[in-house]
């Protein structure tokens, strides 16, 4: 954990079934498998998760809640912005959930955008929101990002909210689940393309050690800030790393 936070509290993320991702065990490190095997890091997880989303999208229109909040979403768009990254760049959302990023996106012009996820519901889900957005340049795929088939990758950008912290807390074999996941991004992603990722349950000296291997910090985006006992950290870290 941070020094500057002796116990993480949960980041309470409703977005995604309503529980914030668990805080890591108290009794290692993540390096050492130190966090505790949760429900979260499941698949029947969030396929049951985004069946109950997709309902209530059905029955009321409500598009759920935004993971880590419209802040998060705000500060990837202003960086893209700020950094000039083509309309026309392809951009991957890894474990789009219901799709609201890859809205903004449309949005602000983006043409070439994908979004992938592993549980069927989200993608009907974000589907369903895209068309009552009226918006059809966006590419959805059912796909689990530790098994990509060979044909998905050239990625100019790919963005990450909470999905590499949901396969860290995965009941079987984290650590395996960890490295595939680095190595499915070294394929996805172009050289020197950008990966923009957010997490509650990783520091950035964590997440530097956990994509050391052919990426290098490019950018540290400003979170919002807390107070505990005197002492001040982030709840959230956000990093852009550059593919070497």
């Known amino acids: 954990m941070a020094a500057a936070q002796p116990s993480r509290p949960q980041s309470g993320m409703s977005a995604r079934g309503g529980a914030g991702l668990a805080a890591r065990s108290r009794e290692g490190s993540p390096g050492a ?10 698949r029947e997880h969030w396929d049951a998760v985004y069946e109950r989303e997709l309902h209530t999208f059905q029955e009321y229109g409500d598009t759920g809640e935004i993971w880590f909040g419209e802040e998060s979403v705000n500060r990837l768009l202003r960086w893209m912005q700020r950094h000039k990254i083509p309309l026309d760049a392809a951009v991957l959302d890894i474990g789009t959930g219901n799709g609201v990023l890859l809205v903004e996106l449309a949005k602000l012009g983006f043409s070439n955008i994908t979004g ?7 993608i009907q889900l974000s589907g369903s929101i895209i068309e009552k957005e ?33 396969i860290s807390l995965n009941p079987d074999n984290a650590i395996e689940k960890r490295k595939q996941y680095v190595n499915s991004l070294s394929r996805v992603l172009k050289v020197n393309g950008f990966f923009l990722i957010t997490s509650c349950n990783w520091t950035k000296e964590e997440l530097l050690n956990e994509f050391c291997e052919g990426f290098e910090l490019f950018e540290v985006l400003p979170t919002p800030k807390f107070s505990f006992g005197g002492r001040s950290g982030n709840s959230v870290a956000a990093l852009v790393f550059q593919r070497t």
């Open 134 to 166: 009226g918006l059809s340049n966006i590419t959805l795929k059912v796909e689990d990002f530790l098994n990509l088939p060979t044909e998905l990758s050239g990625f100019h950008v790919c963005i990450d909210k909470g999905t590499f912290d949901a």
């Open 33 to 42: 498998g130190g966090f505790a095997p949760s429900a979260l890091g499941t």
């Open 116 to 122: 992938i996820d592993y549980s069927p519901s989200a």
